[in-house]
T-cell receptor
Framework: QKEVEQDPGPLSVPEGAIVSLNCTYS??????FMWYRQYSRKGPELLMY????GNKEDGRFTAQVDKSSKYISLFIRDSQPSDSATYLC????????????FGTGTRLQVFP | DADVTQTPRNRITKTGKRIMLECSQT?????MYWYRQDPGLGLRLIYY???????NKGEISDGYSVSRQAQAKFSLSLESAIPNQTALYFC?????????????FGDGTRLSIL
């Protein structure tokens, strides 16, 4: 079993929809949680970074961490075609962010 | 200009050849990392470096070597390339002068070994 599980998609939604992307994990030592966005032929770009549990909002993006369920989510409000990309979750233990464990990524398509 | 620059962006080569992928950064970060990305497997850590004199193996270091020539430069070598090393390779950096900062990635090198 992988330490981090992520549905590969593709997830296809109409413009304006609310998108929910999710990862589950098995290692209770994970404390740092990140979401990266990766466009085709580009490197992962950091979107959201949270420590421990709770919510964090940045514009149209909200990251949620539920450590009791070992579940993290990224919500995208008012989705745009420019949000079409692969979204990677990543996490690391509480002693530092050197050894990130990545999910395999969810491909999102937002159509006009 | 990109903060993390990888060269080359694309490379096709033959089995048995020696290959070097290069990474340079202008962010002033102390830590640098090399990952490979494969479909269905996600990003996996190959090597990472805390500074010029500190190199550490990651999850999948066999068949690879690295050199940290300066704080801003970190290269990855495949001494004798084999087809299952065909993948996307990414360099990343992080700044530990501020504790536990996330990693920032370059745009990758697409490597194909025939």
């Amino acid at each position: 079993q992988k330490e981090v599980e992520q549905d590969p998609g593709p997830l296809s939604v109409p413009e304006g929809a609310i998108v929910s992307l999710n990862c589950t994990y098995s290692n209770s030592a994970f404390q740092y949680f990140m979401w990266y966005r990766q466009y085709s032929r580009k490197g992962p770009e950091l979107l959201m970074y949270t420590y421990s549990s709770g919510n964090k909002e940045d514009g149209r993006f909200t990251a949620q961490v539920d450590k009791s369920s070992k579940y993290i989510s990224l919500f995208i409000r008012d989705s745009q075609p420019s949000d079409s990309a692969t979204y990677l979750c990543a996490m690391s233990p509480g002693w530092g962010t050197d050894k990130l464990i990545f999910g395999t990524g969810t491909r999102l398509q937002v159509f006009p | 200009d990109a903060d993390v620059t990888q060269t080359p962006r694309n490379r096709i080569t033959k089995t048995g050849k020696r290959i070097m992928l290069e990474c340079s950064q202008t962010k002033g970060h102390d830590r640098m990392y090399w990952y490979r990305q494969d479909p269905g497997l996600g990003l996996r850590l190959i090597y990472y470096s805390f500074d010029v004199k500190d190199i550490n193996k990651g999850e999948i270091s066999d068949g690879y070597s690295v050199s940290r020539q300066a704080q801003a430069k970190f290269s990855l070598s495949l001494e004798s390339a084999i087809p299952n090393q065909t993948a996307l390779y990414f360099c990343a950096t992080s700044d530990t002068r501020v504790s536990n900062q996330p990693q920032h990635f370059g745009d990758g090198t697409r490597l194909s070994i025939l």
